[in-house]
């Protein structure tokens, strides 16, 4: 009886170590930074957040969507200020982000606020350090 136990716990235990070091919805991420127009209020950067965000909701093919303002003493930024992290599951889900009417819409109301001075893009397929 102990043994079944035993191999039950280990069995589980390989399980759940597997599952915590390997994430295999995401095939690519999608990271975009951006350098807001001086002058640009802590009120404006928020709603564009909001909407930005809201995007996780209405695209398919999302499966993480984090966002931050950079705090690095590296002071290596550029201005880059705010970065919006988005992991899909695979390269198509990233191409139909790209393309969605929801996503063009984004674009547009993006470019219309007046307060983006500059946009950086890197997508790239994570691989897990080892």
Request: glycine letters at 6%.
């Amino acid at each position: 009886m102990y043994k079944f136990i035993s191999k039950s716990i280990i069995s589980l235990l390989v399980f759940v170590s597997i599952a915590c070091t390997m994430d295999r919805t995401v095939g690519v991420k999608h990271l975009v930074m951006f350098k807001f127009k001086e002058g640009t209020s802590q009120q404006q950067i928020d709603e564009f957040t909001k909407e930005f965000v809201s995007l996780k909701d209405r695209i398919p093919g999302i499966v993480a969507f984090d966002y931050g303002v950079n705090n690095s003493p590296e002071k290596l930024n550029n201005g880059f200020t705010h970065i919006y992290a988005i992991s899909f599951s695979d390269n198509e889900a990233r191409d139909t982000y790209l393309t969605h009417p929801e996503h063009e819409k984004f674009t547009e109301y993006a470019g219309g606020t007046g307060i983006i001075q500059e946009v950086f893009v890197l997508d790239y397929p994570p691989i897990e350090a080892k």
